[in-house]
């Protein structure tokens, strides 16, 4: 995920994580995991906190895979629309 600060977004003097749940919507505990997983980037180097951006610079977040616990099962499915933007089963 990439995102390139505006100078509007400069003004409001936004944190990186204010960015992620604010205008992304991102869950307080993803944040918290991707701050765990150093997965906050700015400019392509690797930043140990949550700083406040300038204009141009580019945030990249690496989002952590969630592991699931369930097992992929066989079941026939019938699709009973289809075009470039619905599936409907």
């Known amino acids: 995920f990439k995102y390139t600060v505006t100078e509007e977004d400069f003004k409001s003097n936004l ?3 204010d960015y992620l749940r604010q205008k ?3 869950s307080s505990r993803l944040i918290t995991k991707i701050k765990k997983n150093h997965g906050v980037y700015v400019n392509g180097k690797s930043v140990p906190g949550w700083i406040v951006p300038t204009p141009g610079e580019v945030i990249t977040i ?3 895979q969630e592991k699931s616990n369930f097992e992929p099962a066989d079941i026939p499915i019938s699709v009973i629309y289809e075009d470039k933007d619905l599936l409907i089963i």
């Open 62 to 64: 690496q989002i952590p």
């Open 15 to 17: 944190q990186v994580k």
């Open 24 to 26: 992304f919507n991102f």
